[in-house]
Nanobody, 132 residues
Framework: DVQLQASGGGLVQPGGSLRLSCTAS????????VAWFRQAPGKEREGLLC????????YISKSAQDRFIDSRDVAKNTVHLQMNSLKPEDTAVYYC?????????????????????????WGQGTLVTVSS
């Protein structure tokens, strides 16, 4: 069975940093595209960024582009999301997702987005709360 285990969420003050992790079992991350999504209360799940199986990152959300960095630890079969300069509007449940296909990022004329249906495997989510 494939399982993705997300961890690292918690309470952080505005301006602070947090690093999320997503560890896989049943698949090797170096053969998969891995994306991070988040879902804020009352909002739809949104894609943040996606790292292809060739280790190139494509940003989906402008909000993530200047503050979030993903990385991959092949030895631990883990991907990380380093989040800096956190804002209260970053409060959400964060999910990692993986798929064998390359990252698929769409553009509707005003902004980029990713489809939940493009990713076969999902972590359970980890809650990030940004508050003073």
């Amino acid at each position: 069975d494939v399982q993705l285990q997300a961890s690292g969420g918690g309470l952080v003050q505005p301006g602070g940093s947090l690093r999320l992790s997503c560890t896989a079992s049943g698949l090797s991350f170096d053969e998969y595209a891995v994306a991070w999504f988040r879902q804020a209360p009352g909002k739809e799940r949104e894609g943040l960024l996606c790292m292809s199986d060739r280790w190139t990152t494509e940003y989906i959300s402008k909000s993530a582009q200047d503050r979030f960095i993903d990385s991959r630890d092949v030895a631990k079969n883990t991907v990380h999301l380093q989040m800096n300069s956190l804002k209260p509007e970053d409060t959400a449940v964060y999910y990692c997702a993986a798929d064998r296909r390359s990252c698929k990022v769409y553009y509707n004329g005003t902004h980029s987005y990713a489809l939940i249906s493009d990713f076969n495997f999902w972590g359970q989510g980890t809650l990030v709360t940004v508050s003073s």
